[in-house]
Nanobody, 122 residues
């Protein structure tokens, strides 16, 4: 089972990026899919999650209105569209699948991608 996160990069404040998280080895179409981010020296932080149907989404307050999570179950892939990026969005972004309990709690997840670096210069 592998989650492959991609799409990170170096951008300027106000720019956009689209992250992808492609799963292989297992069908995760009925699992909640999420994105977290982490800055060195800090705990991994919940960013967004999406229900398996896509009908429900959840966001960190500071990204609401700027980030959009989506998924394509046929491709076993989740996305995070990030617009109006700010310097404080700089972090390594991780995708995760299938929380046991609270979807905002990293310890509830069994499956993680390797992370993709997002750097926003001001």
């Amino acid at each position: 089972v592998q989650l492959q996160a991609s799409g990170g990069g170096l951008v300027q404040a106000g720019d956009s990026l689209r992250l992808s998280c492609a799963a292989s080895g297992r069908d995760f179409s009925t699992y909640i899919k999420s994105w977290f981010r982490q800055i060195p020296g800090k705990e991994r932080e919940f960013v967004a999650a999406i229900s398996w149907t896509g009908s429900s989404t959840w966001y960190l307050d500071s990204v609401k209105g700027r980030f959009t999570i989506s998924r394509d179950n046929a491709k076993n892939t989740a996305y995070l569209q990030m617009n109006s990026l700010k310097s404080e969005d700089t972090a390594v972004y991780y995708c995760a699948v299938g929380p046991h309990g609270g979807l905002r709690v990293m310890d509830e997840y069994d499956y993680w991608g390797q992370g993709t670096q997002v750097t926003v210069s001001s």
